[in-house]
């Protein structure tokens, strides 16, 4: 494992580096990851996901493939590899475990070491893109995660709020005045769709079979951005 400071040459193929945060679970940080990363794949991009919310790995089930395992090799882990193109791979504490549904609780040390080992210990090769999903909340894990990711490329972050729907049910506007607070880009809002949350029930492709939903042109406008903001820092 790289010492503090220094750059893993397993990142060195990393073109740019995205966290993805939120205050609180259950506002669909997962979800924006995941698809972000599929909505980066489907514009030619190669992205990665490292799963990095240690108590509730999700991902694996969304991308339907739970049931796979990573192995070693010269360079540290492999990750899993997601369809035919392989052009997304993934990385999550969810592979190492014996039963994926059972509850697990970590100790702050093993926690911040398992992080690292992540960020250093991960053969991702060549990406485009490596979306980092953090766990809900603020703590150690994320410091962690910022420390072990400082020398490399990091491009930004995106906070997920709550989420919305048009009735508003859990008011208006909060993201975006927060934005305006912090001084820092509004990415867009993404409506809630069962469309969307059934497809990553099931595993399926939400950019490439739902493209008629409310959320598509949302999730779609957010990548952009994201590219856009890229291509300046290059």
Known sequence: MDGPGERSTNLLGVRHILLVL???GGVGKSTLSTELAL???HRGHRVGILDVDLCGPSIPRMLRVQDRAVHQCDS???????GQDRAVALMSIGFLLERPDDAVVWRGPKKNALIKQFVTDVAWGDLDFLIVDTPPGTSDEHISTVEALRPHRLLGAILVTTPQECTN???????EELAKHAGVPFLGCVPLDPQLSQSLEEGRDFIQEFPKSSAFPALAHIAQQ?????QQSS
Not at 226 to 230: A, H, K, V
């Open 169 to 175: 049910i859990f008011s208006k506007g909060g993201g």
């Open 22 to 24: 939120s205050g609180k």
């Open 226 to 230: 994201i590219l856009d903001t890229s």
């Open 39 to 41: 909505a980066l794949r």
């Open 76 to 82: 540290g882990w492999v990750p899993v590899f997601v």
